[in-house]
C-alpha cells in the first residue's frame, strides 16, 4: 500500500490517511483480511505522529472498513465496493452542500453556480 | 562499581608519557641510594593519578552525563575511595619492590634500610591523605578542591620525608628511645586505628556530600 | 511512565513551576527557547538537580522533592542524551562499549558496533578528536543499546546535518516500533524533528508551560491567518488565541482553521507548525 501524505495541503493528514486507505480498498489493492501496516510502522514510513495514523484507523474502523484486533494489528473487512462508494457520494455530497450554503450567502443565483460548475468541470 | 573502575582504568592508561618518566624515576632513584624516597614517591604517586580521575570527571561538564548513568552515588564514592586508597598502597607496594630489586641488582644493601618503615609509612600516610583530600574533591569539584588538596598533601609528603630523613640524629634517638617505651607493635596499632577512623569519618562525609550535590 | 506535577526549582530570578507527563507508549515533545527551562526539567527529572518542591513520578516511583533516590535499575531502564554533556573526551567509541556493558546489564555490544559502523562512528578515535556531530550520533548511539523503556534526550539531533538527522530520527521511530510501552522525550530547537516524531507537545517559557496539544491537532486544526488590521477588526475572532503585530496588519494563530477556511474565503491561511507556534508564543500577545 502507497500512501502519500502531501503536508501542504489543507486536508488534515489523518484524513489524507483514511481517504488513501478507502481508495487501496476500493481499488481491490488491500485485500480483505488484510493487515494494514502497524501504527508505529506507518508513523515511521509517513514520518508522522503515531497518534494521527492511530486516528486515521480509528475512523477507518468506525466507518467499518477495517477492525482492529488489540494485540494483533488492523484488517481490512471483506466489504463489497458499492459501499465504498456510497461513502464517496456521502462525501461529495456534503462538500457540495457547503458549496450551495456558500453561494446562498454570496446571492449566487443556482444558475449562475451551475454554470460555474460546468465551467469547473470541464477544466 | 565495575562500569566506574573501568571508565577510570581506561581514562588512566592514556597517560603513557607520565608513566614512562615515573618509571625512569622508579629507576634513578634506586640507582641514587634513595630507596625510601623511591617508596613514598612511587606512593604520592598512586595517589595522585587515581585522584585525578575526579578530573576527567569533571572536564567538559562531563559530570552531568556521567550521574546520570546507572550507578548509586555511595557507588561512586565507594570506586573513588578504593582508588585512591589502593592507588597510594599499590604504589608504595610497587616502590618497595623496586628497592628490594635494585638492592639486589646494585648489591647496595643501603637501599633496604629502612624499607620496612617507609613502606608502613607511605601506606598509613597516603590513606590518611586521602581521607583529606576525597571529601574536599566531593564537596567542591576537582578544580577547586585540587589547590586545597594538593597543599595538604604536599604537606604531609614533607612531614613524612622529613620524619623518616631529617630529623637531627640526637633528636631521633631522643624520639626512638621514647618510642622503645612503646612496642613497635602498639605503636603500629594505634596508627592503624586512628587510618582506619579517619577513612571512616572520611567516607561518611563524603557520602553527604555527593548526595547533596548538583550537576 | 513519568509523570511530573508542580514541580519547583529557582534560580534568582527564574523560577521554574512545570506539570507535564509521558505516558507509555508516546514521544513527548518540549520545546522552548534558551534558558525557558527545558534543561532544568530533565535535569530535574534525572536527579541531577534537586527540586525545591513538587513531584516526580517515574514508573509510580516518588522522585521530586522529598521522594528517593533513583535506584539502580531504575537508572538502567532510561537513555539519556544531554546536550552539553557526555562521556568523557578521553574514551574512544570502543571504551564506551566497554564501559556501558559492564553499567547496564541489558547492554548489546552487538548491536553497538552495529549502530557505530550504521553511523559512520570511528570506534578506536578518542571522542576529542570528533565533530559535534559525531559526539551527538555516538550519545543517541549509547542510549539506544541497553533496551531502556524510557529515553530522555536534550537536543539529541542539533549540530546534525539534515540527512544525519533523518537518519537518527529513524532510528529513534524504529525503537519505538520495536516496544510498545517505550517513551521518548524529547527537547529540540529543529521543530521540523520534533514534527516528524511527536505525538504530544509542551512549550515551556519563562519556566512555565504555555502550550500543550497533541502535535495532530496543531497540525490539522491549527493554522496561521495573515490578515490586515481592517480585516481583523471584521472577522469573528473567538477562535484565535494569538496574533503578532505585523507591517501589514497582523499575523494569528486559530484552533480552527476550517471555520475561517469556510467562512472568510478570501482570507490567507496556512498551515502552522511548532515554529509559527513558538514566534507566535513568544513574541505575540494574546487574544481574549
Redesign the interface.
Known sequence: MNIIINSSSMVPIYEQIVESVKKSIASGELKPEEALPSVRGLARELKISALTVKKAYDQLEEEGFTVTVHGKGTFVLSINNELVREEQMKELESDMQVIVDKARRYDISMDELKDLFRLVAED | M???L??DM??LK?NKKLYAILVFFAVMYPMMGMGSFTITFLGMMGLIISISTMN??E???????????????S?YVAEKYILCVGGGILGALLGTLVCFVASKVTGNPALLEGMAESLCVAVLLYSLSSSVMLPIFIRFGAERGRLASYLTLAAFFLLGFGVMNFLPDTGKDVFVSGLQNIPIAGILVRLVLLVVLAIFVSVSLSLRFI?KR?? | MLKINGLKKSYGDFHLDVSMEVPAGMVVGLVGSNGAGKSTTIKSVLQLIRPDAGSILFCGNECGAGGSLLTKSEKEMMGVVLSDSGFSAYLTPSDVKSICAAMYSKFDKNKFTALCRDLEIPERKQIRTFSTGMKAKLKVAAALCHDARFLIMDEPTSGLDVIVRDHVLDLLRAYMEEKEDRSILISSHISSDLESICDTLYMIKKGRIVFHEDTDILLSRYGILKCSEDQYNEIDRQYICRRIKESFGYTCLTTEKHFYMENYPKLVIENSGIDDLILLMEKGENVS
Open positions: 565495575k562500569g566506574l573501568l571508565k581506561l581514562l592514556n576527567y570527571d572536564f567538559d561538564n562531563g559530570n552531568s552525563f556521567l550521574f546520570s548513568l546507572a550507578f548509586k552515588r557507588t548526595r548538583e550537576f
